[in-house]
């Protein structure tokens, strides 16, 4: 449970975390919630409001918004994107929002308060209302990070399986003058 915790906490604001349990309360948090997702970088579209909404929204499962928001007064610094699961083959089970359709998934926080992202997997592994926490798909390097977290509750597994690096192509501006109508439209399908 002491993820992330390289700062002491005497170095570093209070940071306190509040939970959001429907996507109507989520809506005000959207733009630093986009915000956050943009200085992700390689995850961005994955983690973005819109997208997280939309995969919670049309879920099979029934699943409902279990966003954890780690915050210092009105600022929002770490956000975790979960959702709850009921019972699913007898366990209560929570997972990110973009379980399934997305490639990676991760909790979004700003590089300056990494307090607040130990601050949102502190308050996500001390709540009793699951016994299985599935952190699938998030990245590799993530994955590591959260190997290490400790918890000495042997009725909560934590299960995650890493996704291995997913490059960015950066295409030039020329790059439409170089290629065939055909090549232009399957880029952009796949962008």
């Known amino acids: 449970r002491a993820w992330g915790r390289a700062v002491s906490e005497q170095d570093q604001p209070m940071s306190t975390t509040s939970i959001v349990r429907s996507v109507e309360e989520l809506e005000p948090y959207r733009n630093c919630w986009d915000?956050?997702?943009?200085?992700?970088?390689?995850?961005?579209?994955?983690?973005?409001?819109d997208w997280l909404k939309t995969c919670a929204a049309c879920s099979p499962y029934g699943l409902e918004p279990y966003v954890i928001l780690s915050h210092s007064g009105t600022q929002v610094h770490a956000i975790g994107p979960?959702?709850?699961?009921?019972?699913?083959?007898?366990?209560r089970r929570i997972v990110f929002l973009g379980m399934g359709p997305s490639d990676y998934q991760t909790v979004l926080g700003s590089p300056d308060h990494p307090e607040a992202v130990a601050a949102v997997w502190d308050g996500l592994l001390t709540q009793a209302d699951w016994d299985w926490i599935d952190l699938?798909?998030?990245?590799?390097?993530?994955?590591?990070?959260?190997?290490?977290?400790?918890?000495?509750?042997?009725?909560?597994?934590?299960?995650?399986?890493?996704?291995?690096?997913?490059?960015i192509l950066e295409l030039d501006v020329r790059f439409e003058e170089q290629v065939n109508h055909h090549a232009m439209k399957s880029a952009q399908y796949e962008w």
Not at 146 to 151: C, L, P, Q, R
């Open 35 to 49: 915000a956050l997702a943009q200085g992700m970088g390689w995850a961005m579209p994955f983690m973005l409001f």
């Open 82 to 91: 979960f959702g709850r699961l009921g019972k699913v083959i007898g366990r």
């Open 136 to 167: 699938d798909p998030i990245g590799e390097a993530e994955a590591g990070r959260v190997g290490t977290m400790v918890t000495d509750d042997e009725s909560l597994t934590v299960s995650y399986h890493p996704k291995g690096s997913c490059p």
